[in-house]
């Protein structure tokens, strides 16, 4: 299936609810807040109270942002680069970014299931082209688009080596991202080289681990906690942001800081 780069397909959907996980105010000397826009899917997606513990990476983002530079979540279970499109989402995102802002992109996870019509894509043609219409229609509106390798699931073998589980994609988006220059944030690479220092065991600490389920994607608090750090931490290594946007790298977030709101 070939995708056009000019125009994202619409769906018959109403708007999508923004998760505005920060709020900004302005700055002196008039300059509006700057946000930062987030498409993807479960692993960064805002929960509700019904779903706790499990906590998406965005919703811990706004703690290592200055309070000025608000998040919006626009990121939602189960989704693809394919399927987002194809609900008309990305186009209810480009309907309320302005120029200044970011679009942070992180999708495969939904991508790789290829039993699914309606979210498989293929790492080096679909993918790519469905990738590209965030990256084309950002930059049509003056919006900086960023790209994120996925994150990590914790899979480990027999010896205690953390395993990838994202086949060609991480590679597809990295040779994406060169050859359209645009930032990329190595969630991936990074993630994975986390899951190796902590090990087997602890890292059930910062997944979805609870008594009636052993879920290795999604996070809980202190997962979501570092993961986002990672992505501020690259956001800041590629200068997308300054290291005047960021704080608390280095601090010891809470878990308690952590909220899910009722849906």
């Known amino acids: 299936m070939s995708v056009s780069r000019r125009q994202v397909t619409s769906a018959a959907l109403a708007a999508v609810p923004l998760a505005l996980a920060a709020t900004g105010t302005a700055q002196a000397g008039g300059r509006r807040p700057r946000t930062l826009h987030i498409a993807g ?17 965005g919703m811990a983002a706004p703690f290592f942002l200055r309070a000025d530079l608000a998040v919006a979540n626009h990121a939602v279970n189960g989704r693809s680069s394919k399927s987002f499109v194809d609900e008309g989402r990305l186009d209810a995102v480009f309907s309320v970014v302005r120029p200044g802002d970011f679009l942070l992109i992180q999708f495969a996870h939904n991508d790789e299931k290829s039993e699914d019509p309606t979210r498989w894509t293929e790492p080096w043609t679909t993918y790519q082209e469905y990738l590209r219409l965030y990256v084309d229609g950002a930059r049509a509106r003056g919006v ?4 994120a390798t996925p994150v990590e699931r914790r ?30 944030l190595d969630v991936q690479a990074l993630s994975l080289a986390l899951w190796q ?6 890292t059930k600490t910062y997944f979805n681990w609870t008594a009636t389920e052993q879920d290795n994607t999604h996070f809980n608090p202190p997962g979501a906690i570092e993961v986002a750090r990672l992505v501020v931490r690259e956001l800041l290594r590629t200068r997308v942001l300054g290291h005047r946007d960021a704080r608390r790298l280095d601090a010891e977030i809470p878990a308690s800081w952590i909220s899910w709101p009722e849906a």
């Open 41 to 57: 899917d479960s692993t960064a997606a805002q929960k509700y109270a019904d779903a706790a513990p499990e906590t998406g990476w």
């Open 144 to 147: 900086r688009p960023v790209l």
């Open 155 to 184: 899979r480990f073998d027999a010896a205690g080596t953390a395993l990838p589980s994202h086949g060609e994609y991480p590679a597809a988006m990295r040779a994406l991202a060169a050859e359209e220059g645009v930032a990329l």
């Open 197 to 202: 220092r902590l090990g087997v065991e602890r």
